[in-house]
């Protein structure tokens, strides 16, 4: 099987299908979005990034609401951090991560629900990326430096953008290609089965939830970086649109099946409607609406998850079969 078609597993077909959309309404009422598909990328990168992260923890069956205040918090740690700038983009990183391996260790081996995990230090990092700014936005150190950096373009496309197709190919190659991928798929599908197996289900969930705290705060960084300062409210919608790629682009959120690829369309789609709707000068309200409407679509037509629910409600009902049935013999006998 081809390289390329393993990656997308047959998962991005939604994602597939909402870019043709996209595009020819874009074509129809908003052509000038067309013309500058740069710009359409550039809008994409944060999100997708942070899209992509919360890929490799839908896979394994967990969620993340961290993203966002790790996205936040990455910029005012380049505020605090010392040395060069390279140097703080990589200690924003290694944060990002630092939160990812508490969020991992939680839910990996402590047995917290990632929902509970992650909103705790949800909190918790909001707070902190008050904390190292001051509660207002402050000016990166070498501001100046990173919006030069920004704005630098290489074959017409900004650093940003590169940067958000670099982690979309590694991601996509990580996933198909490696063991390690696969074993979080293992993971998602079945802990119990993936034990069996021989993986280490606590430290494949340290590894998804260490690589998207890792994502998130890259993508936090590039973010700050393009304005040259920190803010403390960055993100908000990060997770809601991210949620939303990963959807679109054919995760399942009880795990076991997600694409790099799939969900790097979802959010390169979902940015060339805000992109248009923004070109006709529609409300952002409505544009968030339009999101949430997108989201609902993609889950309702998503056949394996209304599957896994009936299989669900089925086993369900048998369970209380069998626990009524010995009820019923005693009332009978008696």
């Not at 709707?277 to 952002?284: E, H, I, K, P, S």
């Not at 037509?301 to 009820?327: C, E, N």
Request: glycine fraction near 12%; proline fraction near 3%.
């Amino acid at each position: 099987m081809p390289v390329w078609s393993k990656m997308l597993n047959g998962t991005a077909t939604r994602a597939v299908g909402l870019f043709v959309l996209v595009t020819i309404w874009l074509s129809l009422y908003a052509p000038a979005a067309l013309s500058n598909p740069a710009f359409v990328l550039s809008r994409a990168a944060v999100t997708g990034m942070i899209a992509i992260g919360l890929t490799l923890v839908f896979v394994i069956g967990e969620l993340d609401l961290s993203v966002g205040s790790v996205s936040a918090a990455a910029g005012g740690v380049m505020v605090i951090a010392p040395g060069p700038l390279v140097v703080q983009v990589l200690v924003a990183v290694a944060f990002g991560v630092a939160v990812g391996l508490v969020n991992g260790l939680l839910v990996g081996y402590v047995g917290v629900n990632s929902f509970i995990a992650t909103l705790g230090t949800m909190l918790a990092v909001r707070g902190l990326a008050l904390q190292f700014t001051g509660s207002e936005p402050k000016p990166l150190p070498h501001a100046i430096d990173a919006i030069s950096l920004m704005t630098r373009e290489i074959m017409g496309y900004s650093v940003k953008c590169w940067t958000f197709l670099l982690v979309v190919v590694l991601a996509a190659v990580f996933l198909a290609r490696t063991r390690v991928g696969r074993n979080l798929f293992a993971v998602g599908g079945n802990n119990e089965a993936a034990r069996s197996a021989g993986i280490n289900v606590g430290a494949s969930k340290i590894l998804a939830f260490a690589m998207c705290g890792g994502i998130a705060a890259l993508a936090g960084a590039l973010d700050a970086m393009s304005s040259g300062a920190a803010d403390p409210t960055a993100g908000q919608n990060a997770l809601l649109v991210g949620v939303s790629a990963a959807v679109i682009g054919g995760c399942l959120l009880t795990g076991g099946r997600g694409s790099a690829l799939g969900t790097a369309l979802g959010a390169v789609a979902m940015s060339a409607l805000a992109v248009g709707l923004g070109f006709r000068g529609t409300d952002a309200s409505v544009q968030t609406i339009v999101t949430g409407v997108v989201l609902l679509i993609a889950i309702v037509s998503d056949r394996a998850l209304i599957a896994r629910m009936r299989r669900s409600l089925k086993r369900r009902r048998i369970t209380r079969g069998a626990i009524d049935s010995p009820v019923k013999h005693e009332r009978v006998s008696a």
